[in-house]
C-alpha cells in the first residue's frame, strides 16, 4: 500500500531507443519530482511538476522530457537514451514546495537504468 | 548556485561508537532536511529543521541547526548496525517557477557488530 510506486523497478535498453519511467502515487499530492543518483553526484533535479500539466526543468534537464496529464501520474522520457543516462532514477512527491515541513519529499524505490 | 557539502564521504566504526555528519554551505537556508536511504530504496526523511540553533533529538540521533542558517550536523550516539546507511542533507532552492530540495552528496555509514 505504498503510496509512490515507480515501474519498472530495472531496465536495460540500447543506445538511442527512447525510454519512459513512471511514477504513480496515490497520495494526491500538488508536487511530484524526478531525481537521478549517480555516484559521486548524489541526487540531482531533473524534471518537477507543480500540477497538472504544469512542469519545470532541475538541474540536469538535458535529454528528458517529462508528462504529467493526470494529479497521480509523472512520467519521465529519455527521448533517445545515451550511456550516460545510466542512473538510478528516484520520483518523489510532496504537498507543499520543496517538501518542507513534516513529511518532507516521500520518494519511491527507484528505477535502476542501464543503457548499453 | 546553492551548495551542500557533506563530510566526511565515507564513516566506518565499530558498535557503540558515537558520530557526527556535517553538512555545510556558504548560502543561508531556510530549513534543512536530512534524509536516511538504504541500498535499494529511496531516501527517508528524518527530521526538518527551520530555526538557527535549533536542536531535534531523534531517540539516539541529534541534529542541529547552525544559527546562521549556513550549516547542520547530525550526531549519534552509541550508534548500532541498523544505523548503517546514507545520510543525506537536504537544503530549499528558490530557483525555477517553484522551490525544490537540492542534496548534499551523502555520507555513507557503516556500523560494524
Known amino acids: 500500500d505504498a503510496g509512490i510506486t515507480q515501474s519498472p523497478r530495472h531496465k536495460v535498453t540500447e543506445t538511442g531507443t527512447p525510454v519512459t519511467l513512471r511514477c504513480h502515487q496515490t497520495?494526491?499530492?500538488?508536487?511530484m519530482y524526478w531525481y537521478r543518483q549517480d555516484p559521486g553526484h548524489g541526487l540531482r533535479l531533473i524534471h518537477y511538476?507543480?500540477?497538472?500539466?504544469?512542469?519545470d526543468k532541475g538541474e540536469v534537464s538535458d535529454g528528458y522530457s517529462v508528462s504529467r496529464s493526470k494529479t497521480e501520474d509523472f512520467l519521465l522520457t529519455l527521448e533517445s537514451a545515451t550511456s550516460s543516462q545510466t542512473s538510478v532514477y528516484f520520483c518523489?512527491?510532496?504537498?507543499?514546495?520543496?517538501?518542507?515541513?513534516?513529511?518532507?519529499?516521500?520518494f519511491g524505490s527507484g528505477t535502476r537504468l542501464t543503457v548499453v | 548556485t546553492q551548495l551542500l557539502e557533506q563530510s566526511p564521504q565515507f564513516l566506518s566504526i565499530q558498535e557503540g561508537e558515537n558520530l557526527t555528519v556535517y553538512c555545510n554551505s556558504s548560502s543561508v537556508f531556510s530549513s534543512l532536511q536530512w534524509y536516511r536511504q538504504e541500498p535499494g530504496e529511496g531516501p527517508v526523511l528524518l527530521v526538518t529543521?527551520?530555526?538557527?540553533?535549533e536542536v531535534k533529538k531523534l531517540k539516539r540521533l541529534t541534529f542541529q541547526f547552525g544559527d546562521a542558517r549556513k550549516d547542520s550536523s547530525l550526531h549519534i550516539t552509541a550508534a548500532q548496525p541498523g544505523d548503517t546507511g546514507l545520510y543525506l542533507c537536504?537544503?530549499?532552492?528558490?530557483?525555477?517557477?517553484?522551490?525544490?530540495?537540492?542534496f548534499g552528496k551523502g555520507t555513507k555509514l557503516s556500523v560494524k557488530p
Open positions: 518523489a512527491i510532496s504537498d507543499i514546495p520543496g517538501g518542507v515541513g513534516y513529511y518532507g519529499y516521500t
Open positions: 511538476s507543480y500540477g497538472v500539466k504544469d512542469t
Open positions: 537536504a537544503g530549499m532552492n528558490y530557483g525555477g517557477s517553484q522551490g525544490n530540495l537540492i
Open positions: 529543521v527551520v530555526t538557527g540553533g
Open positions: 497520495e494526491n499530492h500538488r508536487y
